[in-house]
């Protein structure tokens, strides 16, 4: 790997990167968001009801939180449902994604007049954190992130031929604008249309007069459509009242509303500052934040000598940002769809940025990767308290990781090939959390086949810490009908053996639970905890990994009685 990055480079690391975000797919510890449950819950139960329309949940406030879009393409993916599986849910959110990359990689590769920049500005933008993260999971961000950028690509692609349609180009954008909408929410016409804007008035250089005569109507004619095709939910909806209620006042309007003091002062402190904003737009590059900061510096030291395609990037990333700093709610999750644009900026400027970027891309690898070792040692080995090791990797794993790490060490070493291994090696870290967690998803992680033939058709409880959590679990126990209660009495056996008939409950490792003495184990497996106490963390930063980072999951039948349906409310909804 040389200084410049070469098409030999970039085929192993595209290789790479597609090998990444298909391994492990089907993960129930895939980097995710916890909307991934509800959505699931959505799909299952409109598909059941043999509809399309009205969505169907047992959520309360939570069934019309979506447009149906991305619960239409679920329902198609599993069959109605029959093959109810991740990797089913999962596989067009990959397809955006890639779909994505390559219109990505078509656009960069016309403007700059090199495939090889094209090709570097895919693989810039698969490395970031944000796009594996929400890229692969049954989320909305992959078909609102695909259809947002494609008007915007064409615009890059044709140049002059797009700017200056009258007819066709408006009309192409106002359904793909249309699409996003149907896919994640009608808002994003706002930073859509408030960037095409831009884009038309860079265009007419600068001049008010010529962009209102010539391209005001295009604007107006691409929301409008745009809008036309969003509205067509409101339109096959037998309950359209019901839409308006839960999304458009309770999802959308709602995002204004205060959250902890007053509008004005959120805006400038705390958790939803147009700060933090900035930052998490920022930490959606993931490992290569500083890559990008180092981008954005290039651009502003070289401002006054920027092409046309190095503008038209940053106005739409401006204009994104501008607009999502005014609801109240702010998040640089929805600064997704200007990712690819920030990535084309990090190809361009590529052989021009500075060491410094990648070398702490790489230290973080490092960390990362050092992280994962310790805690997978400790797994297999042994723990700090002497107990044995509660899984084994195989030879592969551990070769993997000596591969990464003596790969991640030569690109801090060696300054020619510190850019092509900073990007590879982050598709390693990817790969290295998913073996890391390997052993989960084999028969450890998993409850017996005889143990799911038994509980088909029976009542069962099931922790929830996390709305619609029992999906997860049907993954785990199809066939059995599952109720949920809270996480926090997962561990309190006397409690729960008295209340519940037939339920999950948890235990740490090497501890054994102490049971009634009419009470029966049926199944049991290993589970990895979340929402962990600081006292918590403290202890698994010391080494006591297996004692508070995984816990035994025993499935017990006990003498207890219950009436179904609860009056109170199942933890799960």
């Not at 679920?74 to 990797?87: E, M």
């Not at 502003?300 to 501008?322: G, M, N, P, T, Y």
């Not at 723990?383 to 592969?396: A, E, M, T, V």
Request: hydrophobic share 50%; proline share 5%.
């Amino acid at each position: 790997m040389r200084g410049s990055f070469t098409y030999r480079n970039a085929i192993f690391i595209l290789l790479l990167g597609v090998f990444t975000y298909f391994y492990g797919l089907d993960s129930r510890f895939a980097p995710k968001n916890g909307d991934e449950y509800p959505y699931m819950h959505i799909v299952r139960m409109t598909a059941d009801a043999g509809a399309w329309l009205p969505l169907q949940s047992e959520m309360d406030g939570i069934k019309n939180t979506k447009p149906p879009l991305v619960f239409w393409e679920g329902i198609v993916s599993t069959g109605w449902g029959s093959d109810w599986t991740l990797f089913a849910l999962r596989w067009p959110s990959v397809l955006y994604t890639f779909l994505t990359a390559f219109f990505l990689f078509l656009a960069v590769a016309r403007y700059s007049g090199k495939k090889q920049t094209g090709l570097l500005a895919v693989l810039v933008w698969l490395s970031f954190f944000a796009t594996y993260r929400y890229g692969r999971p049954f989320l909305t961000d992959p078909p609102e992130v695909f259809w947002l950028s494609l008007p915007f690509f064409a615009l890059l692609y044709w140049g002059r031929a797009a700017f200056e349609s009258k007819l066709l180009f408006p009309l192409l954008a106002g359904l793909c604008f249309g699409m996003a909408l149907l896919s994640k929410s009608f808002a994003y016409i706002v930073p859509a249309t408030f960037a095409l804007g831009l884009f038309y008035w860079h265009w007419r250089e600068w001049s008010i007069p010529k962009v209102l005569l010539q391209d005001l109507y295009k604007v107006i004619l691409i929301a409008v459509l745009a809008l036309g095709v969003f509205a067509l939910w409101f339109v096959l909806d037998p309950f359209p009242e019901a839409v308006w209620k839960e999304f458009v006042l309770g999802e959308n309007a709602g995002k204004f509303e205060a959250r902890s003091s007053n509008y004005f002062l959120d805006l400038v402190r705390g958790g939803d500052s147009i700060w933090m904003l900035a930052l998490t737009t920022l930490a959606n590059a993931g490992l290569f934040t500083f890559v990008l900061i180092s981008a954005l510096i290039q651009a502003w030291r070289e401002r006054r000598f920027l092409s046309l395609e190095e503008i038209l990037l940053l106005l739409l990333v401006c204009a994104f940002f501008i607009v999502f700093s005014l609801p109240s709610q702010r998040s640089g999750r929805y600064l997704l769809p200007v990712m690819p644009a920030l990535a084309a900026l990090i190809a361009m400027y590529w052989d021009r940025l500075p060491w410094w970027g990648f070398r702490i891309a790489l230290l973080l690898q490092l960390v990362v990767l050092a992280a994962l070792a310790w805690v997978g040692g400790n797994l297999q080995v042994s723990n700090f308290l002497g107990q044995p090791g509660i899984w084994n990797y195989s030879f592969l794993h551990w070769g993997f990781m000596t591969f990464s790490f003596a790969l991640v060490l030569l690109g801090i070493i060696s300054r020619e090939r510190c850019k092509a291994i900073a990007l590879a090696g982050c598709f390693l870290c990817y790969c290295a959390l998913t073996s890391s967690l390997s052993p989960l998803e084999g028969s450890l992680g998993r409850y017996s086949q005889t143990t799911i033939q038994e509980l088909a058709g029976k009542d069962v409880w099931v922790p929830c810490d996390y709305r619609a959590k029992d999906e997860e679990y049907r993954l785990l126990l199809p066939g059995a009908s599952l109720h949920g209660y809270s996480a926090k009495d997962a561990s309190q056996i006397d409690l729960l053996s008295s209340t519940y008939p037939l339920l999950a409950l948890q235990s740490p490792i090497g501890v054994d639970p102490k049971l009634c003495e009419s009470c029966k184990i049926v199944g049991k497996r290993m589970e990895m905890r979340a929402r962990h106490s600081e006292a918590e963390i403290q202890a698994i930063l010391r080494g006591h990994i297996g004692e508070h980072l995984f816990v035994n999951e025993y499935l017990v039948s006990t003498p207890a009685t219950i009436t179904l349906p609860l009056a109170g409310k199942d933890a799960c909804r």
